[in-house]
């Protein structure tokens, strides 16, 4: 029913850990916050129900020549995803370039512009499906001809994206960053889709994805007198008739201070939070920081009207990041932007 709809256009993936998918986000984060950022992603859903989608993605964005340019520095970022739902495979396999330019604003603004190219791969295994046509007295038979015309099984197609971010860092250019006065923030929007490619397989008929829009903010507040922060984070992404809200926070608690002196002591965190996504689910979120690495985790119980099929259960959501220089521990030469 999926493949034979015509109207129907195909919707893009989404991470519940968004602030650890900055280029699933917007092109123009690409070096945004991070001199050099490497994450794996891992996303499971609807296992309670039937075979589960599976998404993998991978990122690596980087700043280019920020030690030459005092003005502002190019950031590049490249990025691979697999997104496959059912026993049929059905989805898309997708290889993204990004390319920003941040303007320094003052000491602790930026200004970012970014812009992607993509090419992409949808389509889905035609053997692992079933056809009506391919039942008789109720019984399956796999040698019967499915009555089907396809164009066939994959679609490539090119793609391109854009994007505005701004970021405020009240650490950026201090002498020594090591204890709880971080006031980070990020928030853009951008857009996707643009030319609209087609990912139709039924021969004659063509689906096109549609334009795709994002808005979203999301910061780290550290509490004065503490070793408590607040990150809290706002999504607005529509697509089609698809709309999606998602809204939450996590706190988190600095538990270990990364060592002025002799470097052998680690900084350490560790953040705990639930992100709610309007009339659909809610996301609970724990985030644990050691020095240059991240590992997040997250599973959705799903509250729509689905939830009588799953139980509540959602999706399994995991995530590693490498990011330099160490953000426990900033000298001048490092955190000057």
């Not at 700043?63 to 739902?85: C, P, Q, T």
């Not at 370039?97 to 791969?121: E, I, P, T």
Request: hydrophobic share 40%; proline share 3%; glycine share 10%.
């Amino acid at each position: 029913m999926v493949i034979l709809a015509g109207n129907l256009s195909a919707q893009d993936l989404h991470f519940s850990q968004f602030y650890m998918a900055p280029l699933q986000q917007n092109p123009a984060l690409a070096g945004a916050v991070h001199e050099l950022q490497a994450v794996l992603h891992y996303r499971e859903q609807w296992r309670s129900v039937f075979e589960p989608y599976t998404t993998i993605a991978a990122s690596l964005d980087m700043r280019l020549n920020k030690r030459r340019v005092k003005s502002g520095y190019w950031a590049a970022g490249l990025s691979f995803i697999s997104d496959k739902a059912g026993s049929a495979r059905l989805g898309t396999t997708q290889g993204d370039l990004s390319l920003a330019y941040h303007l320094k604003v003052n000491r602790y603004h930026l200004l970012g512009l970014g812009l992607r190219g993509a090419f992409a791969q949808w389509g889905f295994i035609p053997g692992a499906l079933q056809w009506g046509n391919q039942y008789q007295a109720g019984s399956f038979n796999a040698s019967l001809p499915t009555g089907e015309t396809l164009a066939g099984s994959t679609t490539n197609f090119f793609d391109i994206g854009a994007g505005f971010n701004w970021t405020f860092n009240n650490t950026s250019g201090t002498r020594m960053v090591t204890d709880n006065h971080d006031q980070r923030f990020v928030a853009g929007f951008a857009f996707y889709h643009p030319i609209r490619p087609s990912v139709g397989v039924i021969e004659g008929e063509g689906n096109r994805l549609y334009m795709r829009t994002t808005v979203y903010a999301n910061g780290l507040f550290s509490i004065a007198n503490s070793d408590f922060a607040l990150a809290p984070g706002f999504f607005l992404y529509n697509q089609g008739p698809a709309r999606q809200i998602y809204l939450g926070t996590l706190v988190r608690y600095k538990f270990r201070q990364e060592s002025k002196y002799t470097g052998f002591e680690k900084g350490a965190a560790v953040s705990v939070g639930a992100y709610m996504r309007a009339a659909d689910g809610v996301s609970a979120s724990i985030l644990l920081e050691m020095a240059r690495y991240a590992i997040g985790f997250s599973y959705d119980f799903n509250t729509s009207t689905f939830s009588k099929a799953t139980g509540t259960r959602g999706a399994l959501e995991l995530s590693l990041r490498f990011v330099n220089p160490n953000p426990f521990y900033n000298t001048a030469s490092r955190s000057r932007i």
